[in-house]
Antibody, heavy 119, light 108 residues
Framework: VQLVESGGGLVQPGRSLRLACAAS????????MNWVRQAPGKGLEWVSG????????GYVDSVKGRFTISRDNAKNSVYLQMNSLRVEDTALYYC?????????????WGQGILVTVSS | DIQMTQSPTSLSASVGDRVTITCRAS??????LNWYQQKPGKVPKLLIY???SLHSEVPSRFSGSGSGTDFTLTISSLQPEDFATYYC??????????FGGGTKVEIK
């Protein structure tokens, strides 16, 4: 299993970024996918998840209305569109494969991509 | 929202010690509870899923138990490679998942 994140970087507050995660080594459309973040020196925070068929999505309250998760099973990829970014969104963002079709837990993780929101 | 509270937040232990970490949910979550290990600068790893099932290739010295609101992660004999931060995570309120705050296991 390999998960490779891309799209991170430095962005000003209020701007947007789109993260992408390319997956390989497993049958992508058999599993839900998630984004988990970790602010510098802090603990893990689940951000968003999407079921295998995109019918079920979830978000942590702090990003609802600002972030949108999506997936393309034909491209074995999952995305996180992040709008109206805030300083407190600064974190290492991990793409994580779920252990099931729905949103349950995370058995494989990417190396993470850094998002820094600062003026 | 379901809150997950871990205790202690940190502990010091010696190689060979039996270590127990507790995770408490703010409401019943059945056995919808997973445990992860994260070493400094590394990616988290799944240890236990569904409260007590060992993930593949995880050493048998790790075990999980509990149901409802109270859960424990036990390391039967602490090894040098086990010094890390451990997190619980609930999936009962899917599609809203939450982690506990973490427990750092340090060398005594």
């Amino acid at each position: 299993v390999q998960l490779v994140e891309s799209g991170g970087g430095l962005v000003q507050p209020g701007r947007s970024l789109r993260l992408a995660c390319a997956a390989s080594g497993f049958t992508f459309d058999d599993f839900a996918m998630n984004w988990v973040r970790q602010a510098p020196g802090k603990g893990l925070e689940w951000v968003s998840g999407i079921s295998w068929n995109s019918l079920t999505v979830g978000y942590v309250d702090s990003v609802k209305g600002r972030f949108t998760i999506s997936r393309d099973n034909a491209k074995n990829s999952v995305y996180l569109q992040m709008n109206s970014l805030r300083v407190e969104d600064t974190a290492l963002y991990y793409c994580a494969k779920d252990i099931s079709l729905g949103l349950n837990g995370f058995d494989y993780w990417g190396q993470g991509i850094l998002v820094t929101v600062s003026s | 929202d379901i809150q997950m509270t871990q205790s202690p937040t940190s502990l010091s232990a010696s190689v060979g010690d039996r270590v127990t970490i507790t995770c408490r949910a703010s409401q019943s979550i059945s056995t919808h509870l997973n445990w992860y290990q994260q070493k400094p600068g590394k990616v988290p790893k799944l240890l236990i899923y569904a409260a007590s099932s060992l993930h593949s290739e995880v050493p048998s010295r790790f075990s999980g138990s509990g149901s409802g609101t109270d859960f424990t992660l036990t390391i039967s004999s602490l090894q040098p490679e086990d010094f890390a931060t451990y997190y619980c995570q609930q999936s009962h309120s899917t599609p809203a998942l939450t982690f506990g705050g973490g427990t750092k296991v340090e060398i005594k």
